[in-house]
């Protein structure tokens, strides 16, 4: 009969067996698993003046959407790829280790932020460790992008990170063109009672010419605008939904898509009174 490799049931209870972790909330990162922003960071190259970036977020144990899905992603060839958060359900390490082995799939170099379901367990030392930081901020070409921290529930109401938010938009240029990436809705942040996080944001992003905003947490796939600032939310991966965004020389195009399978977003014209936005189930 056949019995594993390991010594059996006793050296399990002693800690002594090879064949299995010991808890799932184990933190140690392999090595080759560590600052995987910083390196992908260094795979951009060149200053472009248009690029395709796919929008993707809430893939939790999608695993075999993912699977399905990023060799149609790496068909559109785009130039990096943002992931809005919630790569795990619980913010374990097996879920990060599953889920990063196939985003290392993607041949386009790719930028997470932090989701609330990454925050938990020991979540958040483990993306700062797999990852790097919660917040940053990278230039590529004339485009800025800025990915950010919004968890207030998850951080005790401490992000976003004000200061440096506002730092990170006053640093920008009159000629370069700003894209944030955060995963909840940040005009309708999970926040504790009387948090003005969602205001606070609302406020900043209307005095600051930001050309796109991308989202996760919700259920929901639109493409709204708020004055002259664009959302986008990337819903849930569940079936393989993403977006693909094209920045030209002036202005952007968008395309929705579910495997190999895209259609166009309309994008909305300039409007003077705020959208509300929101809404759909929280992931």
């Known amino acids: 009969m056949g019995w594993p490799s390991c010594v059996g049931a006793l050296a399990m209870l002693f800690g002594l067996g090879g064949c299995f972790e010991a808890t799932p909330f184990s933190a140690d990162v392999e090595e080759e698993d560590e600052g995987t922003i910083g390196k992908n960071l260094a795979r951009l190259s060149g200053a472009p ?26 068909a559109r060839a785009p130039e990096l790829v943002v992931h809005t958060g919630d790569m795990t359900n619980q913010g374990l390490l097996f879920e990060y280790e599953a889920t990063k082995r196939r985003l290392d799939e993607l041949s386009a170099p790719y930028f997470p932020v932090i989701g609330n379901h990454d925050a938990l367990s020991n979540g958040k030392e483990i993306y ?3 990852f790097g930081p919660l917040d940053y901020l990278f230039r590529y ?6 990915g ?5 529930l998850e951080f005790d109401g401490q992000v976003p990170n004000r200061p440096w938010l506002e730092a990170a938009l006053e640093s920008v240029r009159a000629a370069e063109r700003v894209i944030l990436f955060t995963h909840q809705v940040p005009y ?11 205001a606070y944001l609302t406020e900043l992003f209307r005095r600051h010419r930001i050309e796109l905003v ?29 977006s693909v965004i094209d920045f030209r020389d002036r202005g952007l195009t968008v395309e ?3 495997l190999g399978d895209c259609v166009p977003a309309p994008v909305p014209p300039i409007v003077i009174e705020p959208i509300p936005l929101g809404g759909g189930d929280v992931l």
Do not use: K, W
């Open 49 to 74: 003046t248009a690029i395709r970036v796919v929008a993707l977020g809430d893939t939790h144990h999608s695993y075999r959407d993912m699977d399905a899905a990023f060799p149609f992603i790496n």
């Open 128 to 130: 700062d460790e797999m």
């Open 141 to 146: 070409g004339p485009f800025v992008f800025i």
């Open 148 to 152: 950010f921290n919004a968890n207030a």
């Open 188 to 198: 309708a942040v999970d926040d504790f009672d009387g948090g003005d996080t969602s």
């Open 214 to 242: 991308i989202h996760g947490h919700i259920a929901q796939r639109y493409l709204r605008r708020s004055g002259p600032t664009l959302t986008l939310s990337t819903s849930t991966f569940e079936g393989g939904d993403y």
């Open 256 to 258: 929705h898509c579910t």
